[in-house]
């Protein structure tokens, strides 16, 4: 590089103040991005730019003076210049056309053409714009239709389909940003949240449910009362069934992809009256099954 | 890219950037979840950062340079397209 003070303009006896002044007013002149057509201000630009850095720094410009460094090695890194996309990206937000818009308004072939080039930029799509939406869980099941409000005011109407699972992206063509020209709008895209519900857990298309039955019920059978997302359903419990017990209801699931539906699993668990029960007591005290304890395997 | 990695690459203070994008000098890709920014937004982040840090340039100083920058810009781009189509004439 060549000597720094020649870079700048100044002698080697300038006040830092003189070479800031120097430095500012070389940059101001050469700066990359203040000179999009000229190629060279960028080599110019660092050759000045390095030589303010080392001569700003006391200490160096005082260890440069006395021979100790010179001034090579203290190019800035490379970084990419503005100028290097303003005028090349298509479709930037700091476009504009105010600089020659009362060229386009004239009636001849010049402003034809650059009406032309404008319009081509012109017909952008939209963007689009990101939701996201809980939805109950039975919901997420059975498919729902719901109200989006938007931050705006405006709402969206949204179908939720059948089976969507926690994240789900349903997209909604043409209901995001407008376009300009014939750009057409963008989408809304809405990310299902799915809402856990305390009863039922989901697997693939099925889903599990626990359910509570009375002693009475494990040992007699009976009917029960079953949730599922869509709704109660009545299930028989066979007689002897215990805690554990699955049981199974056929289509009560997620609906699948490619048709059919998945599995409701019901896994019963006997649960005792709360509380002291003296009727139940008395009553099992006097049932007495000899020999059967739950925890011999049948090893001993 | 986000903003963590916008503050990196540009090398700004998150107070900095919300004023820049207030004042419009920078303009991210915001929608109602996320905000991401561009290379583009990074180059002129550095051309910002060189008026006012080396150059002194005050706010309102850099509100006359980036619309006269704009504008530049449009006019290159409308020359270059103006090359083109004289170079190839549209049908």
Same mark, same amino acid.
């Given at each position: %590089?060549?000597?720094?003070?020649?870079?700048?303009?100044?002698?080697?006896?300038?006040?830092?103040?003189?070479?800031? =002044? @120097?430095?500012?007013?070389?940059?101001?002149?050469? /700066?990359?991005?203040?000179?999009?057509?000229?190629?060279?201000?960028? +080599? =110019? $630009?660092?050759?000045?730019?390095?030589?303010?850095?080392?001569?700003?720094?006391? +200490?160096?410009?005082?260890? $440069?003076?006395?021979?100790?460094?010179?001034?090579?090695?203290?190019?800035?890194?490379? /970084?990419?210049?503005?100028? +290097?996309?303003?005028?090349?990206?298509?479709? /930037?937000?700091?476009?504009?056309?105010?600089?020659?818009?009362?060229? %386009?308004?004239?009636?001849?072939?010049?402003?034809?053409?650059?009406?032309?080039?404008?319009?081509?930029?012109?017909?952008?799509?939209?963007?689009?714009?990101?939701?996201?939406?809980?939805?109950?869980?039975?919901?997420?099941?059975?498919?729902?239709?719901?109200?989006?409000?938007?931050?705006?005011?405006?709402?969206?109407?949204?179908?939720?389909?059948?089976?969507?699972?926690?994240?789900?992206?349903?997209?909604?063509?043409?209901?995001?940003?407008?376009?300009?020209? =014939?750009?057409?709008?963008?989408?809304?895209?809405?990310?299902?949240?799915?809402?856990?519900?305390?009863?039922? @857990?989901?697997?693939?298309?099925?889903?599990?449910?626990?359910?509570?039955?009375?002693?009475?019920?494990?040992?007699?059978?009976?009917? !029960?009362?079953?949730?599922?997302?869509?709704?109660?359903?009545? %299930?028989?419990?066979?007689?002897?069934?215990?805690?554990?017990?699955?049981?199974?209801?056929?289509?009560?699931?997620?609906?699948?992809?490619?048709?059919? /539906?998945?599995?409701?699993?019901?896994?019963?668990?006997?649960?005792?009256? =709360?509380?002291?029960?003296?009727?139940?007591?008395?009553? !099992?005290?006097?049932? +007495?099954?000899?020999?059967?304890?739950?925890?011999?395997?049948?090893?001993? | 890219?986000?903003?963590?990695?916008?503050?990196?690459?540009? &090398?700004?203070?998150?107070?900095?950037?919300?004023?820049?994008? *207030?004042?419009?000098?920078?303009?991210?890709? *915001?929608?109602?979840? *996320?905000?991401?920014?561009?290379?583009?937004?990074?180059?002129?982040?550095?051309?910002?950062?060189?008026?006012? &840090?080396?150059?002194?340039?005050?706010?309102?100083?850099?509100?006359?340079?980036?619309?006269?920058?704009?504008?530049?810009? &449009?006019?290159?781009?409308?020359? *270059?397209?103006?090359?083109?189509?004289?170079?190839?004439?549209?049908?």
């Amino acid at each position: %590089m060549r000597n720094p003070y020649e870079v700048l303009g100044v002698a080697p006896t300038a006040s830092a103040a003189d070479i800031q =002044k @120097a430095y500012r007013k070389l940059a101001k002149k050469l /700066h990359p991005d203040l000179n999009p057509g000229d190629k060279a201000a960028e +080599d =110019k $630009f660092k050759e000045v730019a390095a030589a303010n850095d080392l001569l700003s720094d006391a +200490d160096r410009r005082k260890r $440069f003076d006395a021979g100790e460094i010179d001034a090579d090695g203290t190019e800035r890194p490379q /970084h990419r210049y503005y100028r +290097d996309f303003a005028t090349a990206g298509e479709g /930037h937000p700091y476009a504009d056309s105010s600089g020659y818009a009362d060229y %386009m308004d004239q009636d001849d072939a010049f402003a034809e053409l650059l009406r032309r080039s404008e319009q081509a930029r012109a017909n952008r799509r939209g963007r689009d714009l990101h939701y996201s939406l809980a939805v109950d869980f039975s919901e997420s099941i059975a498919g729902a239709s719901k109200r989006l409000t938007l931050p705006d005011g405006g709402t969206l109407d949204v179908t939720i389909p059948p089976g969507l699972v926690d994240g789900q992206v349903i997209r909604l063509r043409g209901k995001g940003m407008p376009g300009s020209g =014939k750009g057409g709008p963008g989408d809304a895209l809405i990310e299902g949240e799915v809402r856990p519900d305390p009863r039922f @857990a989901r697997e693939g298309d099925d889903i599990s449910l626990e359910l509570p039955i009375s002693l009475s019920e494990a040992v007699l059978g009976g009917k !029960v009362n079953v949730p599922t997302p869509t709704g109660a359903v009545t %299930m028989t419990v066979p007689k002897g069934s215990n805690t554990g017990t699955t049981l199974r209801l056929r289509g009560k699931g997620a609906p699948k992809v490619g048709g059919g /539906h998945g599995d409701e699993f019901v896994k019963l668990k006997v649960v005792l009256p =709360k509380g002291p029960d003296p009727a139940l007591e008395a009553f !099992v005290s006097n049932w +007495d099954r000899k020999g059967f304890n739950p925890r011999d395997d049948g090893a001993s | 890219m986000n903003k963590q990695q916008f503050l990196i690459d540009a &090398g700004l203070e998150v107070q900095t950037l919300e004023l820049w994008v *207030e004042q419009r000098w920078l303009i991210p890709d *915001e929608t109602a979840h *996320e905000i991401s920014f561009s290379d583009t937004d990074v180059a002129r982040a550095h051309l910002i950062r060189d008026l006012k &840090g080396d150059f002194g340039v005050n706010d309102e100083g850099i509100d006359v340079i980036l619309h006269l920058v704009d504008q530049l810009h &449009g006019l290159r781009r409308a020359f *270059e397209q103006l090359h083109k189509d004289i170079a190839s004439p549209p049908r």
